[in-house]
């Protein structure tokens, strides 16, 4: 009976420590590549927008620990969170072209040995020009219009730094330079891959994530 009792208070303990561990986040890139994390209780994951379909299941999420708290750490100082075996990216302080990509979170996926990955709808200067001059002439509905018309073009970003001086952490999108840089460096081993890359004669439909995606993963990039 004794034996038993110990059996019971190992196995209770075990599942103990592995629920913690199934709870985390991190303040920075640098403590995410160094696999310094700190421990969180529970972490409930909501989706705002749920009639929007993206990869990877959307890149629009609300984090809560059920603690106010701590639930504002993560909103303003979290880098990134694990849920399980699910990482989300906190966009909040996010850039792409020195624009702010939005102040929620994204599912992410480890890339390479040091980087991060995430995706999001496709966001530079001359999309926000497009929507400023569309906002000037026919206003709301012109802006929104803009918005729809690039809500389909779902684009990688990934993330190979820390944050600036300001706090600010920059990304850069996957395109055309970015896949040949990675045949160079022989990130990208396989040529058979980059003509597969190649095989969509489309520029705009060659860096969507759909098409981009499978190619990584056949790379062994996605970690």
């Excluded at 075990?14 to 310094?36: L, N, P, V």
């Excluded at 990134?80 to 994204?106: G, P, W």
């Excluded at 970003?157 to 022989?186: H, L, P, W």
Aim: proline share 1%; glycine share 6%.
């Amino acid at each position: 009976m004794k034996r038993l009792i110990i059996y019971v208070f190992a196995a209770l303990v075990s599942i103990t420590i592995s629920a913690q561990g199934r709870y985390k986040y991190c303040k920075s890139y640098e403590d995410f590549i160094d696999d310094h994390w700190e421990k969180l209780d529970t972490v409930y994951c909501k989706k705002n927008r749920r009639n929007q379909k993206f990869w990877w299941e959307g890149n629009d999420y609300n984090l809560t620990t059920g603690n106010k708290d701590l639930d504002n750490i993560l909103k303003k100082e979290a880098f990134i969170v694990m849920q399980a075996d699910t990482a989300f990216l906190n966009l909040h302080n996010i850039k792409h072209d020195k624009l702010s990509i939005c102040h929620a979170f994204t599912k992410a996926k480890r890339f390479n040995e040091h980087g991060l990955i995430f995706t999001h709808p496709i966001i530079n200067k001359k999309i926000l020009q497009e929507m400023t001059s569309a906002g000037f002439m026919l206003g709301t509905i012109g802006r929104l219009s803009v918005t729809a018309d690039n809500a389909d073009k779902i684009v990688c970003y990934v993330i190979s730094s820390g944050a600036d001086k300001k706090g600010n952490i920059d990304t850069r999108m996957i395109d055309d330079e970015m896949i040949d840089e990675m045949m160079d460096k022989n990130i990208i081993k396989d040529g058979k891959l980059y003509l597969e890359y190649l095989s969509e004669g489309k520029k705009v439909k060659r860096m969507l994530a759909p098409h981009i995606i499978p190619i990584l993963e056949k790379a062994g990039l996605l970690k």
